[in-house]
């Protein structure tokens, strides 16, 4: 599903590397954390991924292929089997949850039919059965991620990728946010989640990697935050 | 559902960016009118030269009796009938010659009459004082050099007189106007191109969180640059339809109504000349401000 080998990236007019030499491999259907403190290369890491960045040294294989050799207009193709849910929502406020969910499916130009059908079951999918024609900004912070999800999940990923998904919200709020993610792992989407929630972490024992200043300190298979801020 | 969704977001990008959308119609608008104005300008001007060139002949005029004291060349009198004879002989010959015609102090002497009758100076004049001429028209009127050089040097020739100095300025005139008319217009257009450059980036800015979305929902580049260079190209297209308003409205209040009456001594452009323009500034209007924003894009919406 994904593998790294030897994978370095350095920015543009920056000497410190953000990923150093990061080797790894998750396989299909696994859950996985990635924590370590700000600037350690979380983020960098998940860019890779959705080739928003290409690697400076190694090879990124996601999905089967690698990235480095995908030439750009490939990218989209790639990028429709990887679902992607931020801290920040990433909603289109003047949009209504149906509306915001069919935006992803409207722009790779699904049929209106299949649309039509697919959005309020997905927003079943993720408890917001009903809420089709609510706006984001008349919905709580769980139920606008919920949306997010939704709209990460409507093309049914093989990956999906969370950056923080529970970083806005309330301790009780992401546990049913988690519990979500959960579900949709069990379907057989490999689910990647960036998360500085301790209590999260440790309650779920998935497999956690730690990253620090760029490289992988840590890879533990139902293991547990057990980084100090 | 593609056509609609773009459709949805290009009406959506016009109305946020009104004030600029309005200010590249504009400006497209001013800069395709002068250059289709430049166009039909040039048009007229070959127009013009075409019907003048037609009318203006070459004229040789001859010594007569009075001119004796008047200039070297008339020195030693009027023109004898040989000499008039040899020189009509050569102009026969000569190939760039058309034809000639002959015209008589009495000829003269009428169609003085006939354009000057009502003044007082043309009580004064007489017959024979206005010279004698051969009025030679040429097949080729540029080749009036040959003439000149062949004849006026000749006994009994006082002058040997091209009507088209008299018009050449006016074509000076007219050709340096429109050079004028084509540098406003270059201008025009760099500041038509950089205010579509500029809007689009505003376009896209504006909306950086839906195209971001669609990026990472996997919508191709094409998908996502599709509505701001359709958004240019409609605002250009907008603009090029004013401009052809300007210059069918030009063409019909300025010409048609006005010069037209004024000065009937000139062939005016007709429609035909318009309707090869409208086309061009048409597309000129929608494929420029497409490209333009094509280009500005290709740095903003990287995949």
Redesign the interface.
């Known amino acids: 599903m994904i593998r790294f080998d030897n994978v370095s990236k350095t920015y543009p007019k920056q000497n410190r590397p953000a990923l150093r030499d990061v080797s790894l491999e998750i396989e299909r259907g696994e859950f996985v954390f990635l924590v370590g403190s700000s600037g350690s290369g979380k983020s960098t890491f998940l860019r890779l991924l959705?080739r928003e960045e290409r690697a400076s040294h190694g090879a990124v294989h996601v999905l089967g292929k690698d990235l480095a050799k995908l030439s750009?207009?490939k990218?989209?193709?790639?990028?429709?089997?990887?679902g992607?849910v931020f801290q920040d929502f990433?909603l289109?406020p003047n949009k209504t949850v149906g509306q915001n969910v069919a935006?992803?499916l409207?722009?790779?130009?699904?049929?209106?039919g299949q649309?039509r059908k697919t959005v309020p079951e997905v927003l079943e999918l993720v408890g917001l059965g009903g809420k089709e024609d609510r706006m984001p900004g008349e919905l709580s912070g769980g139920e606008q991620q919920r949306v997010a999800i939704a709209?990460a999940f409507v093309?049914r990923p093989m990956l999906l990728i969370a950056d923080e998904p529970t970083g806005n919200l309330d301790p009780q709020t992401s546990v049913g946010i988690m519990k979500l993610l959960d579900r949709i792992n069990r379907t057989g989407t490999t689910v990647v989640m960036a998360t500085h929630d301790q209590q999260i972490v440790d309650q779920m024992r998935k497999r956690v990697m730690e990253l620090e200043k760029g490289r992988l300190v840590r890879d533990q298979s139902r293991g547990v935050y057990g980084y100090q801020h | 559902m593609r056509a609609q969704f773009v459709l949805s977001e290009i009406g959506v990008g016009l109305r946020r960016n009104l004030t600029m959308t309005f200010a590249v119609i504009v400006s497209v608008a001013l800069s395709l009118g002068l250059f289709g104005a430049s166009l039909l300008m040039r048009d007229q001007v070959s127009t013009m030269k075409g019907y003048w060139y037609d009318k203006v002949n070459v004229s040789i005029f001859f010594c007569n009796k009075n001119d004796a004291d008047t200039g070297a060349n008339c020195a030693k009198g009027a023109a004898t009938q040989q000499q008039k004879n040899d020189i009509l002989a050569e102009l026969h010959n000569l190939k760039i010659v058309q034809s000639v015609q002959h015209e008589t102090s009495d000829q003269a002497y009428k169609h003085y009459k006939e354009q000057f009758g009502d003044t007082p100076v043309a009580g004064l004049v007489t017959p024979d004082q206005l010279p004698e001429s051969f009025r030679v028209k040429l097949k080729d009127p540029t080749k009036y050099e040959v003439i000149k050089s062949a004849f006026s040097e000749r006994p009994g020739v006082q002058e040997v007189q091209d009507q088209r100095d008299t018009v050449e300025p006016l074509f000076n005139l007219l050709n340096g106007m429109n050079w004028a008319a084509i540098g406003v217009m270059a201008l025009m257009l760099i500041v038509a191109l950089l205010l579509i450059v500029n809007t689009v980036r505003v376009s896209a800015f504006s909306r950086r969180r839906e195209t971001g979305i669609m990026r990472l929902v996997g919508a191709s580049s094409f998908y996502i640059q599709m509505p701001f260079i359709l958004e240019a190209a409609i605002a250009g297209l907008l603009g090029a339809a004013f401009a052809c308003v300007l210059i069918v409205g030009g063409k019909a209040i300025l010409i048609n109504n006005w010069l037209a009456d004024k000065i009937q001594v000139i062939n005016f452009i007709g429609w035909d000349s318009v309707a090869q323009v409208l086309p061009l500034v048409l597309l000129i209007g929608l494929l420029m401000p497409a490209l333009a924003a094509f280009f500005a894009l290709r740095k903003y919406l990287k995949v």
Not at chain 1, 75 to 82: E, F, G, H, S, Y
Request: charged letters at 25%; a positive charge; proline letters at 8%.
């Open positions: 959705l750009n207009w990218v989209p193709q790639m990028r429709r089997q990887v992607t990433r289109l935006f992803a409207e722009v790779i130009g699904k049929p209106r649309i709209r093309n």
